[in-house]
């Protein structure tokens, strides 16, 4: 089965001229047609288009000919970008090319099939989408995490090579996690946010969700690089990420932070990272406790910054340039309130209102100036804990992934969620969440995520680090 393989495993088939593009865009197309109506994976794929870009594709080229799946929050130009949302899903389609997907056809790579998410990226379950909710390809009773979650359950139910997803506070890393596929972030700027639906815009970006390591790093390759049209983007030279793949990690000094093996971790989830913790050290890397003290401010500072930012970006969905309009509007005001409350689901609502209220005169100075300095010290936190130490590990998530619907009426159980991951967007670091066991609920195993944090521009010692453990397994 071609879309349960790898891309550095096609990339040898291609290149001895076993199989052609069009082989696995039809055979991935064939595994979207017999699974995607349990899953909800895709929102929609053209496989005219995907086999038009196979059959003219240079299979020389790095990632010639090999179908790549996209978050439906990244313009790909004349397809449709939903966001997961009604106020985009009716008759929006692209006019233009992200900047990541124009370096993916540069390196040969073909854009095949719209991933359901969270609506507008807000959320950890993928139960967020106003089009329709998607399910852990482990267990279909259970969510495959968010908003990312058609990205990770595509790639881990075998529906796609490798994905792109994006990541304001753990949307790669987290449903990686509880899917049990590799999802990589990137230091903020590596990769171009242009033609990404705007979120929180200091913290959104976007990365890879693969089956490897190596194709984590293959992609990646690719992927980064400086873009003009992106004020955001580093100007700085991309490394070979592929030469990190495959070197020891003797001596590597891996942080165990105090503040993220915390009580309220499920047992299970805490005993496969320990687990994974004494296999670094059995590989030759130095174990050492460090603390980030401000990690419990975390939480609560992001969703004071990521719903301020969200409530100035989403203002440009009015109803009257392009999306939901709507039809009962008797005036001007009335189509602005009328078009964004029929248009914003429920979760998307409740983060524009509070967006809004920190951002409101009297309460600027007292939520969202002090958020930013709360934000500096987590930073902070980072700096000096990498003056000792090359990588941090914790859990992915404290949680395996829990039942659709579990959380729905308890937002604040499902933000917590991502506590161990947000801090790592805060501070604008590259972090991987790589496989590292399992925990076995009602009688189905499910993935637990072992997260690796780097330095900034940093990503190299990650994936060392992240495929020395992964080969392990």
């Not at 984590?216 to 030469?243: K, Q, Y």
């Not at 590990?393 to 949680?399: A, L």
């Not at 801090?423 to 066991?437: I, Q």
Request: glycine content about 10%; some cysteine; proline content about 5%.
């Amino acid at each position: 089965m071609l879309a349960a393989s790898s891309i550095v495993e096609l990339r040898k088939r291609l290149l001895a001229r076993e199989i052609s593009p069009r082989d696995i865009v039809l055979d991935v197309s064939k595994a979207i047609e017999e699974r995607n109506h349990e899953l909800g994976a895709y929102l929609s794929w053209d496989v005219e288009a995907a086999l038009t870009e196979a059959d003219s594709a240079d299979i020389q080229a790095p990632l010639g000919g090999i179908p790549l799946a996209v978050k439906d929050n990244i313009n790909v130009s004349g397809q449709p970008c939903t966001c997961g949302s009604r106020i985009l899903g009716e008759n929006y389609r692209a006019p233009y090319d992200a900047g990541v997907i124009q370096r993916m056809r540069q390196g040969g790579g073909v854009p095949f099939g719209r991933l359901n998410m969270d609506e507008f990226a807000m959320g950890s379950s993928t139960e967020n989408s106003a089009l329709g909710i998607t399910r852990n390809p482990r267990d279909l009773s259970r969510v495959p995490g968010g908003s990312s979650g058609g990205s990770a359950a595509a790639v881990a139910g075998n529906l796609a090579i490798a994905a792109l997803g994006s990541d304001t506070g753990g949307s790669i890393r987290q449903p990686a996690a509880l899917c049990g596929c590799v999802g990589i972030k990137p230091t903020y700027g590596r990769i171009s946010r242009y033609g990404l639906v705007a979120f929180a815009s200091s913290l959104d970006q976007i990365g890879p969700l693969t089956r490897t390591v190596e194709d984590a790093a293959l992609l990646l390759n690719h992927l980064c690089g400086h873009d003009r049209h992106d004020s955001t983007s580093l100007n700085v030279e991309t490394p070979d990420f592929m030469s990190a793949v495959g070197r020891d990690i003797k001596g590597v000094r891996v942080g165990l932070p105090k503040e993220y093996f915390i009580s309220g971790t499920h047992p299970g989830v805490a005993a496969a990272v320990q687990a994974a913790i004494r296999q670094l050290e059995s590989l030759g890397a130095i174990i050492e406790e460090i603390s980030l003290p401000h990690t419990e401010l975390g939480v609560a500072t992001y969703y004071v910054l990521a719903p301020a930012e969200a409530s100035a970006n989403l203002a440009r969905f009015d109803g009257v340039r392009y999306g939901h309009r709507s039809d009962r509007a008797g005036d001007l005001l009335e189509q602005y309130m009328l078009s964004r409350s029929e248009g914003f689901g429920p979760e998307v609502r409740r983060r524009i209102l509070l967006g809004t209220y920190v951002l409101s005169s009297g309460y600027y100075d007292a939520y969202y100036i002090r958020a930013q300095k709360a934000r500096t010290l987590i930073r902070g936190d980072f700096i000096e804990a990498f003056k000792k130490v090359d990588v941090i590990v914790s859990p992915t998530s404290p949680m395996p992934a829990h039942k659709l619907g579990e959380l729905k009426e308890n937002p604040l159980a499902a933000y917590l969620e991502d506590v161990f991951t947000i801090p790592v967007n805060l501070a604008g670091l590259p972090g991987v969440s790589v496989p590292c066991g399992d925990v076995v609920l009602d009688g189905v195993s499910l993935p637990v995520g072992l997260q690796i944090v780097g330095k900034a521009l940093d990503e190299s010692t990650l994936l060392q680090v992240a495929h020395a453990f992964e080969q392990t397994r």
